[in-house]
């Protein structure tokens, strides 16, 4: 099966001062359609600096990536911007809903930024996916925590994603909230045939991906799991 993203040798070092930091330091990684990828390592292991390069939110020192395909190397940002359209969809630690917006004006910011009409069908049909369909109409600070990560997650859903990227989803709930989003992410890999990649630091959520990567010092100390393509 073919990867949706695909990273070679990438590297990002940060300069401070005369040293060097090196976030990232030689990774190879493929994500394909429908597996759930975790990325586990102690925090500064390069977990962030990973997935912001595999989502082309930032650039590599060194490497080559593709999107979908294409190589993104050298591409302009408004490039970037069509590349990643369509394909990546995000979810952050802490939500990022906007508070005076209902549950379905949050949703459907992803249509209004792509200056699209809504689509109350299918904000409602990606409500209902994450087992929010009577929220609807309630602000964020109506809803418990793991009701709003679920709500960022049906946002990220809203432009058809091929890949959810989750920078420490459940990194803001507490043990209880955090497995229902786990197993909604879950979910959506299997039924949806959507990639996630997520971060954590909760590795007995990790280790229930498809694939485990362990990141030490920005290199791979090890990866587990199986991969889909080969049964
Ligand atoms: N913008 C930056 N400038 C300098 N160093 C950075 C920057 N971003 C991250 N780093 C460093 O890179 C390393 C990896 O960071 P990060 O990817 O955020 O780790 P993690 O997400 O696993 O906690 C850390 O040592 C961090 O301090
Ligand atoms: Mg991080």
Request: aromatic residues 4%.
């Amino acid at each position: 099966m073919n990867a949706i993203i695909e990273g070679r040798g990438l590297k990002r070092h940060y300069r401070r001062g005369a040293e060097t930091v090196k976030a990232l330091d030689g990774v190879d990684i493929a994500i394909r359609p429908g597996e759930l990828v975790s990325i586990l390592g102690p925090s500064g292991s390069g977990k962030t600096t990973l997935i912001n390069l595999l989502s082309g939110l930032d650039a590599p020192t060194e490497g080559s990536l593709t999107i979908n395909g294409r190589a993104v190397g050298g591409m302009s940002e408004d490039e970037l911007v069509e590349v990643r359209r369509g394909v990546l969809g995000f979810v952050f630690q802490q939500f990022l809903l906007l508070p005076t917006l209902t549950v379905t004006e949050n949703v459907e910011l992803p249509l209004t930024f792509l200056g699209r009409r809504s689509e109350p069908a299918r904000t409602r049909e990606v409500l209902s996916w994450v087992g929010l369909g009577d929220r609807s109409g309630h602000l964020p600070s109506e809803l418990s925590g793991g009701q709003m990560q679920r709500v960022a997650i049906a946002r990220a859903l809203m432009v058809e994603p091929r890949v959810l990227v989750a920078d420490e989803p459940t990194g803001n709930l507490d043990s209880k909230a955090g497995r229902a989003v786990l197993e909604l992410l879950k979910r959506l890999a299997k039924e949806k045939n959507l990639a996630v990649i997520l971060t954590t630091h909760n590795t007995a959520f990790g280790y229930e991906a498809d694939r485990i990567i362990t990141l030490e010092d920005g290199r791979v100390r090890k990866e587990e799991g199986r991969r889909p393509d080969v049964v």
